[in-house]
């Protein structure tokens, strides 16, 4: 019995393997080729939290630089938040030795170096109503590649969730094989016996 040409089910099952297959190895490949951080830059009346995390493999961040201000790049752009312009945040296992904030009234910087799943935070407050922006700074001597993704986008939440996603498509292909296989070998009722029912 040719299954293939039994039923649409593994043909349909198969293109979408493939289909998945070929964009986890294109995602597999990007992760390897450079360091991979994904960024959430959530902005209020009050001010903007910057959320990073390091979602590749095995490669290291090392000293990144974000920086926060106003985005006509005025002086007095910062509101004091107690004694200092930003507030830091770390996850584990970032050590307090790998991240530094800074910051005055015209903006905020954090230098970090990542280590993968690490995720840092900098909030700072606004002084007026002027909207506020991030930007990635290379450092000069030892400039970085560093491959920055939105974390709300399908391919970030894919990079950072795409060992999950590897086990529920491999459970669903499982799933789906079986049933294609099994389906044929369940007990029918003949046309003839059908046929008499109905009489």
């Known amino acids: 019995m040719n299954l293939f040409t039994d039923s649409k089910t593994p043909a349909i099952l198969t293109i979408f393997l493939a289909v998945v297959g070929f964009y986890i190895s294109t995602v597999v490949k990007e992760i390897r080729a450079l360091p991979v951080l994904t960024y959430a830059f959530e902005t209020t009346d009050a001010g903007a939290t910057l959320t990073l995390k390091n979602v590749s493999l095995a490669s290291l961040v090392p000293d990144t630089r974000f920086e926060i201000a106003c985005v006509d790049q005025r002086a007095e752009c910062l509101a004091d938040l107690g004694g200092s312009f930003h507030q830091l945040g770390r996850v584990a296992p970032v050590s307090p030795a790998n991240t530094l904030g800074s910051s005055d009234a015209s903006g905020a910087v954090l230098r ?43 391919t970030a939440l894919f990079v950072d969730n795409y060992f999950d996603i590897m086990v529920m498509a491999f459970v669903l292909a499982l799933i789906g094989l079986a049933s294609v296989i099994l389906y044929p070998l369940l007990p029918r009722k003949s046309s003839a016996a059908s046929t008499e029912a109905a009489e």
């Open 112 to 154: 970090a170096t990542l280590v993968p799943g690490a995720i840092v935070t900098l909030t700072v407050k606004a002084a007026g109503n002027m909207p506020l922006e991030f930007f990635y700074t290379a450092a000069k001597d030892d400039p970085q590649a560093v491959l920055l993704l939105d974390a709300h986008s399908p």
